[in-house]
């Protein structure tokens, strides 16, 4: 194993890491499934991770970064997973049938690990968006004094974009001292394996009445469709968003089917994640605002909760800081955002029929996505029916979100200021892949109402 | 055994439905996951993991390998280099900057074209900025011995017959990523007169 990769399993270690020390100290009373909390701890490992660079960025100290750094943290961040671990023993139940899940997974998935670790960078977002900018930040030592950000060579980079997966490459590169633009892919494919151990997690938990060849047939059969495997580790950071929402969405379950009047434990990792989802993209911003109305709505509903939002209010700014930071370095700098309006103009109606053709067609695009849009997009109309027919209105709360972000969506195409024509059929497919594992999820906690209500 | 399959023997009526749906679902699915999985082996296959320099084995395999290695060797020197783009096409519209450039002078819009060869230039040469020229101010252009010259056309048919280039050769790649289409053509030269 060379160098570089030994480093990037460090760095997906670290993050996991983090987030079990985060997560066993809120959920000390709670045992939770081990397939369901090991990737609940990477984004959260994320979640913390990404405002602390966004800081060193501002001040220019991103040259604190360094092997000698890195190993020095990861070291610290392992005693104390495992002392935190030795001392919350029963936090986290792990059973043979779980060990059997993750092991076939992992069998299934060498190919897509191993062409992480040895294949070239070669698509246009990524080297035109992303890695562009983690050079910036690898060679710059912050925002400023960045030749990336100065004049206009590099205004194709949609330079007023988040800078979280530029600052996670860039930390990488600067742990290595080299820009490795080939081992780094490794790290985000954890977006994609954690999506899918998230959603097998979350069947195997619910579904119980299902065995475990067929809950991986199931898990399988979804996401390994050639539009998940190509952006699983092509350097894109859409995949990060659809493990971010999908994550949100299991703790909005959590939260909502929690009898307790304490929701904070829920609330409080949902913040961060979800705040850490427009440290990513730009899109993570409505989504930080639907899961901030929908958090806070569920714990409006139970009693007690004016200090449950006080807590939670006090999360949410740990990622909320860390954006205002670059909206201000954008503001002094002068660099542009392409929305304009936030009225829709007079094209609405033409706007609207193309974005309704564009839908359409992607819903019934099978070339890239299978049939697994197709039949994912029915089965849910039919379970919310059924939901809708018993009058079981709350369990269609976690659908709110992902006909929220479908909405902001079609809002953004509504208002923006760039060719809709170039870009409906260049985003389309990404908005899919970024839902995706979040309607497998809805569709899983759904189902297990509607098997119910037919017993 | 009997443990880890004893869900097995007792499937619900549930699953005895959809157990046979969900293994053709599978198996339709799998069959695509196979090609991946089948093209993924065979670079990793390729890479010799006692050389130390993986990096440069596996990038040796980009499309635009050639395009790296100029911009390896050339990336902190002040050897003049150039990119000529000659042909517009409007896949390659950038509407970043079209658009920034449309909101400082108010109503003219200027089209502003990203070739992915250029996009490639400035990734790889990156903190040097490389200057793009249209086919106009590459006719214009002073050039001296030892320029490089990355263009999307064979510039060999038309420099003046006093300027000898060298074509810096480029070889066809065995790995061609597979969920992406081929590049077009593009040229690498150095001028040695």
Same mark, same amino acid.
């Given at each position: 194993?060379?160098?570089?990769?030994?480093?990037?399993?460090?760095?997906?270690?670290?993050?996991?890491?983090?987030?079990?020390?985060?997560?066993?100290?809120?959920?000390?009373?709670?045992?939770?499934?081990?397939?369901?909390?090991?990737?609940?701890?990477?984004?959260?490992?994320? &979640?913390?991770?990404?405002p602390i660079l966004y800081a060193l960025a501002y001040v220019n100290r991103l040259d604190f970064i360094n092997?000698?750094t890195?190993?020095?943290?990861?070291?610290?961040?392992?005693?104390?997973?495992?002392?935190?671990? =030795?001392?919350?023993?029963?936090?986290?139940?792990?059973?043979?049938?779980?060990?059997?899940?993750?092991?076939?997974?992992?069998?299934?998935?060498?190919?897509?690990?191993?062409?992480?670790?040895?294949?070239?960078?070669?698509?246009?977002?990524?080297?035109?968006?992303?890695?562009?900018?983690?050079?910036?930040f690898f060679?710059a030592p912050g925002m400023h004094d960045n030749?990336?950000?100065?004049?206009?060579?590099?205004?194709?980079?949609?330079?007023?974009?988040?800078?979280?997966?530029?600052l996670?490459?860039a930390a990488?590169?600067r742990?290595?001292?080299?820009?490795?633009?080939?081992?780094?892919?490794?790290?985000?494919?954890?977006?994609?394996?954690?999506?899918?151990?998230?959603?097998?997690?979350?069947?195997?938990?619910?579904?119980?009445?299902?065995?475990?060849?067929?809950?991986?047939?199931?898990?399988?059969?979804?996401?390994?469709?050639?539009?998940?495997?190509?952006?699983?580790?092509? $350097?894109?950071?859409?995949?990060?968003? &659809?493990?971010?929402? &999908?994550?949100?969405?299991?703790?909005?379950?959590?939260?909502?089917?929690?009898?307790?009047?304490?929701?904070?434990?829920?609330?409080?990792?949902?913040?961060?994640?979800?705040?850490?989802?427009?440290?990513?993209?730009?899109?993570?911003?409505?989504?930080?605002?639907?899961?901030?109305?929908?958090?806070?709505?569920? =714990?409006?509903?139970?009693?007690?909760?004016?200090?449950?939002? =006080?807590?939670?209010?006090?999360?949410?700014?740990?990622?909320?800081?860390a954006?205002?930071m670059?909206?201000?370095y954008?503001?002094?700098?002068?660099?542009?955002?392409?929305? %304009?309006?936030?009225?829709?103009?007079?094209?609405?109606?033409?706007?609207?029929?193309?974005?309704?053709?564009?839908?359409?067609?992607? #819903?019934?695009?099978?070339? %890239?996505?299978?049939?697994?849009?197709?039949?994912?997009?029915?089965?849910?109309?039919?379970?919310?029916?059924?939901?809708?027919?018993?009058?079981?209105?709350?369990? #269609?709360?976690?659908?709110?979100?992902?006909?929220?972000?479908?909405?902001?969506?079609?809002?953004?195409? *509504?208002?923006? =200021?760039?060719?809709?024509?170039?870009?409906?059929?260049?985003?389309?497919?990404?908005?899919? *892949?970024?839902?995706?594992?979040?309607?497998?999820?809805?569709?899983?906690?759904?189902?297990?109402?509607?098997?119910?209500?037919?017993? | 055994?009997?443990?880890?399959?004893?869900?097995?023997?007792?499937?619900?009526?549930?699953?005895?439905?959809?157990?046979?749906?969900?293994?053709?679902?599978?198996?339709?699915?799998?069959?695509?996951?196979?090609?991946?999985?089948?093209?993924? $082996?065979?670079?990793?296959?390729?890479?010799?993991?006692?050389?130390?320099?993986?990096?440069?084995?596996?990038?040796?395999?980009?499309?635009?390998?050639?395009?790296?290695?100029?911009?390896?060797?050339?990336?902190?020197?002040?050897?003049?280099?150039?990119?000529?783009?000659?042909?517009?096409?409007?896949?390659?519209?950038?509407?970043?900057?079209?658009?920034?450039? /449309?909101?400082?002078?108010?109503?003219?819009?200027?089209?502003?074209?990203?070739?992915?060869?250029?996009?490639?230039?400035?990734?790889?040469?990156?903190?040097?900025?490389? @200057?793009?020229?249209?086919?106009?101010?590459?006719?214009?252009? /002073?050039?001296?011995? $030892?320029?490089?010259?990355?263009?999307?056309?064979?510039?060999?048919?038309?420099?003046?017959?006093?300027?000898?280039? &060298?074509?810096?050769?480029?070889?066809?790649?065995?790995?061609?990523?597979?969920? /992406?289409?081929? @590049?077009?053509?593009?040229?690498?030269?150095?001028?040695?007169?």
């Amino acid at each position: 194993m060379t160098e570089s990769v030994r480093v990037v399993v460090c760095f997906v270690l670290f993050q996991y890491f983090i987030g079990h020390i985060f997560l066993s100290v809120l959920w000390k009373k709670r045992i939770s499934s081990f397939l369901v909390y090991a990737p609940l701890s990477w984004i959260i490992g994320n &979640a913390l991770t990404i405002p602390i660079l966004y800081a060193l960025a501002y001040v220019n100290r991103l040259d604190f970064i360094n092997y000698s750094t890195g190993m020095i943290l990861f070291i610290a961040a392992f005693i104390v997973a495992v002392l935190v671990g =030795a001392y919350n023993r029963k936090q986290i139940h792990i059973s043979v049938h779980e060990l059997i899940l993750l092991g076939a997974l992992t069998v299934f998935f060498i190919p897509l690990i191993r062409d992480s670790i040895y294949s070239f960078l070669i698509e246009w977002d990524a080297i035109a968006m992303w890695f562009i900018k983690a050079k910036a930040f690898f060679i710059a030592p912050g925002m400023h004094d960045n030749i990336l950000y100065q004049g206009t060579a590099f205004l194709y980079t949609e330079r007023s974009y988040p800078i979280g997966g530029p600052l996670l490459i860039a930390a990488y590169y600067r742990l290595i001292g080299f820009a490795n633009d080939q081992t780094i892919q490794f790290y985000f494919l954890f977006y994609y394996l954690n999506s899918v151990v998230l959603a097998l997690g979350f069947i195997y938990e619910r579904i119980k009445s299902l065995s475990l060849v067929s809950i991986l047939l199931i898990v399988l059969s979804f996401f390994i469709t050639p539009l998940f495997i190509r952006f699983s580790h092509n $350097g894109y950071m859409d995949m990060a968003i &659809a493990n971010i929402i &999908a994550s949100v969405i299991v703790l909005i379950i959590y939260e909502l089917e929690d009898t307790s009047t304490n929701t904070q434990p829920y609330l409080i990792p949902m913040f961060l994640i979800a705040g850490a989802g427009t440290l990513i993209k730009n899109e993570g911003l409505p989504f930080l605002l639907l899961t901030v109305v929908i958090g806070w709505g569920i =714990a409006l509903s139970k009693k007690k909760s004016s200090l449950t939002i =006080a807590v939670s209010g006090m999360a949410l700014l740990y990622p909320l800081i860390a954006r205002f930071m670059w909206e201000y370095y954008k503001k002094t700098t002068g660099i542009h955002f392409y929305l %304009t309006s936030f009225i829709p103009g007079l094209d609405i109606r033409t706007r609207i029929s193309l974005i309704v053709s564009h839908y359409l067609d992607t #819903l019934q695009y099978t070339s %890239t996505q299978g049939v697994i849009v197709i039949l994912g997009f029915f089965l849910l109309l039919f379970l919310t029916t059924t939901l809708i027919y018993k009058k079981r209105y709350v369990a #269609l709360v976690p659908l709110l979100v992902i006909g929220g972000q479908l909405g902001t969506y079609t809002y953004l195409y *509504l208002i923006t =200021a760039l060719p809709l024509s170039i870009q409906l059929p260049s985003s389309f497919d990404r908005l899919v *892949l970024q839902l995706l594992p979040a309607v497998f999820i809805v569709m899983v906690y759904q189902g297990e109402k509607v098997i119910k209500i037919f017993k | 055994m009997k443990r880890i399959f004893s869900r097995l023997s007792a499937l619900s009526t549930l699953e005895k439905y959809i157990l046979p749906s969900l293994l053709v679902l599978f198996f339709i699915q799998f069959h695509y996951y196979k090609f991946f999985s089948q093209k993924f $082996g065979e670079i990793a296959h390729y890479i010799d993991r006692s050389n130390t320099d993986t990096y440069d084995q596996i990038q040796s395999q980009h499309q635009y390998a050639e395009l790296y290695k100029t911009a390896k060797t050339y990336k902190n020197t002040t050897t003049p280099v150039y990119v000529v783009i000659t042909l517009h096409d409007n896949d390659f519209l950038d509407y970043t900057s079209t658009y920034y450039l /449309k909101e400082r002078n108010g109503v003219t819009q200027k089209p502003v074209y990203l070739t992915e060869l250029e996009m490639m230039t400035r990734y790889f040469f990156y903190p040097r900025i490389i @200057p793009t020229l249209s086919f106009k101010q590459f006719l214009s252009l /002073k050039r001296t011995v $030892g320029d490089i010259l990355i263009s999307d056309q064979d510039l060999r048919n038309i420099f003046p017959p006093t300027t000898n280039v &060298a074509v810096i050769p480029t070889v066809p790649k065995q790995f061609i990523s597979n969920v /992406k289409k081929p @590049p077009k053509p593009y040229y690498l030269f150095q001028v040695t007169q």
